[in-house]
């Protein structure tokens, strides 16, 4: 099992929003490492989506939006659109494994 | 415009070594370290190890750690990554990605299908 915990999937109908949760601990989101989130469609790279908890590279739509709070992370996406649906991972900094870590990633479906 | 070119896939047979390319470009490739991450089949993602391309120092993870090897050749702005004593759970896709557990991957390569079949 991955060090961040993520839901397996979640769902949602085009123009809602859903959120994906990154559950970690005292050792990494817990003790203050940032969260980095990255959307992956299928056959491709990895894509960063928002780095250091909050933020959009340039090109990435405002739709898209991260939050850290304790030892977990969100990752909101509002105005669904068909085009999201891909694999969401999140990414930090475990130090006492001293390794990055990732969570186990969350398929996106949109109905 | 950055850009991150992989090697091209691999088929090798248990027990042998792979060595992926990762040829870096439209930037100083000194100014920013690599990682790799793999991926099984149908898996997430499985960070692998880091090398800081200006002096060399490298982190790997445990899992693989004793089999894999990063390095670099700053002449070609390429780094590379050979993982050794090949087992059918080292059949992944290998992405090379730039940047560091700070900042996140902003880039990564195109990545590298290894299969390892008898």
């Known amino acids: 099992q991955s060090v961040l915990t993520q839901p397996p999937s979640v769902s949602g109908a085009p123009g809602q929003r859903v959120t994906i949760s990154c559950t970690g601990s005292s050792s990494n989101i817990g003790a203050d490492y940032d969260v980095h989130w990255y959307q992956q469609l299928p056959g491709t790279a990895p894509k960063l989506l928002i780095y250091?908890?909050?933020n959009r590279p340039s090109g990435v739509p405002d739709r898209f939006s991260g939050s850290k709070s304790g030892t977990s992370a969100s990752l909101a996406i509002t105005g669904l659109q068909v085009e999201d649906e891909a694999d969401y991972y999140c990414?930090?900094?475990?130090?006492?494994?001293?390794?990055?870590?990732f969570g186990g990633g969350t398929k996106l479906t949109v109905l | 415009q950055v850009q991150l070119v992989q090697s091209g896939a691999e088929v090798k047979r248990p027990g042998a070594s792979v060595k992926v390319s990762c040829a870096a470009s439209?930037?100083?490739?000194?100014?920013?370290?690599i990682s790799w991450v793999r991926q099984a089949p149908g898996q997430g993602l499985e960070w692998m190890g880091w090398?800081?391309?200006?002096?060399?120092?490298?982190n790997y993870a445990q899992k693989v750690h004793g089999r894999v090897t990063l390095t670099r050749d700053t002449s070609t702005s390429t780094a590379y990554m050979e993982l050794r004593g090949l087992t059918s759970d080292d059949t992944a896709v290998y992405y090379c990605?730039?940047?560091?557990?700070?900042?996140?991957?902003?880039?990564w390569g195109q990545g590298t299908l290894a299969t390892v079949s008898s």
């Open positions: 250091v908890n909050s």
């Open positions: 439209g930037y100083t490739f000194t100014t920013y370290d």
């Open positions: 090398i800081s391309t200006n002096n060399g120092n490298t």
């Open positions: 990414q930090s900094y475990d130090s006492s494994l001293r390794v990055v870590v």
């Open positions: 990605a730039r940047g560091n557990y700070r900042s996140g991957y902003e880039y």
